[in-house]
Nanobody, 123 residues
Framework: QLQLVESGGGLVQPGGSLRLACTVSGFALDYYAIGWFRQAPGKEREGVSCINSSGTSTNYADSVEGRFTISRDNPKNTVYLQMNSLKPEDTAVYYC????????????????WGQGTQVTVSS
């Protein structure tokens, strides 16, 4: 059974850091891109970052460029999102999702989604 599980969320002060992990099971990660998305209360789900299947291409939303870093460890079937210099506006539920090979910002192109992990940035 194909499954994605996010972990690493929590409460952090502004300026702090968190590392999210997306661990997949039921399929080999080698042929799949992983996207990170987030959804704040009352807002639409938005793309945050994505890494293609080979790890050679990464994309970031303008709002997180320079603060977030995405990486993947295929033998561990895990993709990470390192989040630094966190701001209150980064508060949201963060989801990972998968699609074949290449990244895409359109949520409808992703086949499988995790349940999400809450990130709260507050003093």
């Amino acid at each position: 059974q194909l499954q994605l599980v996010e972990s690493g969320g929590g409460l952090v002060q502004p300026g702090g850091s968190l590392r999210l992990a997306c661990t997949v099971s039921g399929f080999a990660l080698d042929y799949y891109a992983i996207g990170w998305f987030r959804q704040a209360p009352g807002k639409e789900r938005e793309g945050v970052s994505c890494i293609n299947s080979s790890g050679t291409s990464t994309n970031y939303a303008d709002s997180v460029e320079g603060r977030f870093t995405i990486s993947r460890d295929n033998p561990k079937n895990t993709v990470y999102l390192q989040m630094n210099s966190l701001k209150p506006e980064d508060t949201a539920v963060y989801y990972c999702a998968t699609r074949r090979y290449m990244c895409d910002w359109r949520t409808r192109t992703y086949n499988y989604w995790g349940q999400g992990t809450q990130v709260t940035v507050s003093s």
